[in-house]
């Protein structure tokens, strides 16, 4: 019988002999690797399709090994195949790793975990070796299936448990490595592989932050490179490394899915790692793209609970800090768009508890934080169109009754807005700091009745006036005889500054001037006002611009002197003349305007030591605080004279120091202040008469009826006093042309223009209220037959 059996050996193919002579009598002994040496040399000097056939003996005798237990000869098997797929680069080998797969999936399917750890090593090893020919019909479904399943092991041994998914990881990233390399693979980042590999990443990623430690000693904690969430993130990182433009979203997607589905945004701690690993592994190029999934997943929430929502944002500040300049992509405002959005959502969805309506207040705040920090990464012209963008989202009105409480609280939002993208632009020109788009709906909005807003705004001008560092030391209004212990920074102007202010100067000392005026303004209004003063002196401290300051000094003393402004308002606005001009005269070193700044103060306080800021801006004080007889002596103010004295003794032209900036001539045609014209302003006193029956309106005054005695005793009067009346305002027209600024002539005409056309909209306005009210009086109008068509 011995004999026989040594004869059929010898008829067996010689490949099944060299399989046959490489495994031992005893599976102890392990393999015989001399005659593995023989397999492997057969294998490459004999024709291609031998390999195949080792391969197919090999998976049978693998299947027989299985079934009948015999383990050890199974990873005799493994490990010949192993060394035959190392050392083999045939063009056959697409041949032979057919059977190679079978076997290691044959493993994998085993419920001993040793089988299939020992098949995940085997796969590993496959998914390094580069094949020469590509295979266009191989699938990895299987496995992917299989080594996302050893992921979520939950074995009773917590040594295997972590060895089976330290197994199903290193499964994964060969599966990665193996399809990722080659286009002719099957493309692995289909939703239906990627739905299963990146939440098994994410759960082993997870279980990091629980940490192994409480029931295992030091001596069971796995090293760093075995433990399985270091793994994870290691695969994870790879993954994303390896995404391009088409397929960051087939990644991102199942990321945002497993947070949603397992709450893992509130708290945010682990999605905020997460999204970490993403921006430092995603290719720069690609890093906006993972903005605009965060912000459309942003767009899934806008209904859910505020805190999922402010979590979600706070991640995407997070991924905007490291993404840098590559976090918005080409589509900027469409950014800052869908972010006011959600800025407006979150306003008119606050509801009466008070829970709710603190979340969604805290959600805002993160918006206009992560709008800032985007704008942070924008270069200077784009902030500057940020900030006009977000100027245009602001509710339209004209006046404050029309704000309803919704548009005061967004208004209230886009300003904050505006100031956190301010912060992050650097000055270094006026002209293109404050475009005629931009500075004059800021100036505007000014001077909406809402003392909190009104400081905003000006909190905004003061980011973008100041150069230098100066706004924070200007914030508390004070009368220093020397500015030193301040220490400002001071430095020499430019001219184009210089250009700015002829231009738009005016505009600003309008409202400053307007400001003050405000009834509802508080200390800390004051304050925001003076510091804006301080920073033009300061910035553009020269020549002209001294005189319209000293100017706007003056002309905010009057309005003073004849307003009707409360007793605090009024000893706060002197206080705030008097400083201004002592702080302008030692920072432009017009050192006789400060001495005689500190002069008038010194009057004061010997005689009304109520118009100095230590006691105007005492926040303690109240009305009763004040004296009953608050009249102002004239040591205690400040005069044209005395001022242009100072000026001129440094060598500046006082000549338009004399012209106050209230006054608002009259120009145009049939314009005039005598009585041979009508003014703009007798525009209110016309009456306009619609009950006439010819259906035409009358015009007449309120206080004059015209009738036929009073046009004869108008034909019959002396004209000479109507045209020397002409001629007088004639001269004055010329004479101010000749001499007043362009800038400030323009000023005055759009004063004139927006006060005409007011009165327009009020005669208008008259117009169809009157037709409203005789509606009802004319139900039905009878026309007579001959006019029936």
Wanted: hydrophobic share 40%; glycine share 4%.
């Amino acid at each position: 019988m011995a004999g026989f059996c040594v004869c059929c050996s010898a008829l067996k193919p010689r490949y099944k002999r060299l399989v046959d002579n490489i495994f031992p009598a005893n599976p102890q002994d392990g393999l015989v690797k001399s005659n593995l040496e023989k397999l492997t040399f057969y294998a490459l000097s004999s024709r291609p399709e031998k390999l195949d056939r080792i391969g197919q003996y090999l998976e049978r005798k693998l299947s027989t090994d299985i079934s009948r237990h015999r383990n050890q000869y199974v990873f005799i098997s493994m490990e010949i195949l192993d060394q035959l797929l190392v050392s083999c680069h045939a063009h056959s080998l697409n041949l032979f790793v057919e059977s190679f797969l079978k076997m290691v999936q044959k493993l994998l399917e085993c419920g001993d975990p040793k089988m299939q750890i020992r098949a995940t090593q085997s796969f590993v090893k496959f998914a390094n070796v580069e094949e020469d020919a590509p295979s266009y019909h191989r699938r990895y479904d299987f496995f992917v299936s299989k080594f996302s399943s050893l992921c979520h092991n939950n074995h009773q041994d917590v040594q295997t448990c972590r060895k089976l998914r330290q197994a199903g990881l290193k499964g994964l990233q060969g599966v990665v490595r193996k399809t990722i390399s080659d286009d002719l693979q099957v493309n692995i980042w289909e939703a239906v592989h990627m739905d299963k590999i990146v939440p098994s990443l994410l759960f082993n990623m997870q279980e990091s932050n629980h940490g192994s430690d409480g029931d295992h000693g030091e001596a069971d904690t796995p090293q760093e490179d075995d433990d399985p969430a270091h793994l994870a993130e290691m695969v994870f990182r790879d993954l994303i490394c390896r995404a391009s433009y088409g397929n960051i979203k087939s990644v991102l997607s199942p990321v945002l899915t497993h947070l949603d589905n397992h709450n893992l945004w509130v708290p945010n701690d682990f999605a905020i790692r997460l999204f970490k690993i993403i921006m430092f592994s995603v290719q720069s190029q690609y890093g906006y793209l993972v903005v605009q999934m965060l912000l459309s997943h942003v767009d899934k929430h806008a209904k859910s609970d505020p805190r999922i929502k402010t979590c979600i944002v706070t991640v995407l500040y997070e991924a905007v800090l490291i993404s840098a300049g590559n976090s918005t992509g080409p589509s900027v405002l469409e950014v800052f768009n869908n972010l006011l959005r959600h800025l407006r959502i979150s306003i008119d969805r606050k509801s009466s508890d008070e829970h709710q309506r603190n979340e969604e207040i805290k959600f805002e705040e993160v918006v206009v934080n992560t709008i800032g920090e985007f704008a942070n990464n924008l270069p200077d012209y784009q902030k500057i169109e940020i900030m006009m963008f977000v100027l245009g989202k602001f509710p339209q009105f004209t006046n404050e009754e029309e704000i309803g409480k919704m548009d005061k609280q967004l208004s209230f939002n886009l300003l904050r807005t505006l100031l956190k993208v301010a912060t992050k632009y650097k000055t270094v020109s006026l002209s293109q700091a404050f475009p005629p788009e931009f500075l004059h709906p800021l100036l505007r909005i000014s001077l909406i009745d809402d003392p909190g807003m009104r400081i905003i705004v000006q909190e905004i001008l003061h980011t973008l006036l100041d150069r230098h560092g100066n706004s924070f030391k200007l914030k508390h209004i004070s009368l220093p005889e020397d500015i030193s212990s301040l220490h400002l920074t001071i430095k020499t102007n430019d001219r184009h500054d210089l250009l700015f202010m002829k231009k738009s100067g005016m505009q600003l000392y309008w409202h400053i001037l307007e400001n003050l005026q405000l009834e509802s303004n508080k200390v800390d209004n004051f304050e925001a006002i003076y510091c804006t003063m301080c920073l033009l002196g300061i910035e553009v401290g020269q020549d002209e611009v001294i005189i319209e300051l000293v100017r706007l000094a003056l002309d905010i003393q009057q309005m003073t002197l004849s307003s009707s402004l409360p007793k605090t308002h009024i000893c706060a606005i002197h206080s705030l003349v008097v400083a201004f001009l002592n702080m302008l005269g030692q920072v432009t070193q017009v050192n006789a305007l400060s001495l005689h700044a500190l002069r008038v103060a010194e009057n004061r306080e010997n005689e009304a030591p109520y118009l100095l800021p230590d006691f105007a801006f005492n926040r303690k004080n109240r009305p009763n605080s004040y004296p009953k007889d608050t009249e102002i002596k004239e040591s205690c103010l400040f005069h044209q004279d005395r001022l242009a004295e100072c000026l001129r003794s440094a060598g500046l032209d006082v000549t338009r120091l004399s012209t106050p900036f209230s006054a608002r001539p009259n120009l145009g045609y049939g314009v005039g202040s005598g009585e041979g014209g009508t003014s703009v302003s007798d525009v209110g006193s016309i009456n306009i008469d619609f009950e006439n029956t010819d259906g035409s309106p009358r015009i007449s005054k309120k206080t004059d009826e015209i009738t036929v005695e009073s046009l004869k005793k108008m034909l019959a009067e002396d004209s000479s006093v109507g045209k020397a009346e002409e001629e007088r305002h004639r001269r004055e027209i010329v004479h101010m042309f000749r001499s007043a600024p362009f800038e400030e002539i323009v000023a005055r005409s759009e004063a004139i223009s927006n006060h005409f056309h007011n009165k327009l909209n009020e005669i208008l306005e008259i117009v169809s209220q009157d037709r409203i009210a005789t509606e009802p009086q004319t139900q039905e109008i009878v026309y007579p037959k001959l006019f029936v068509y």
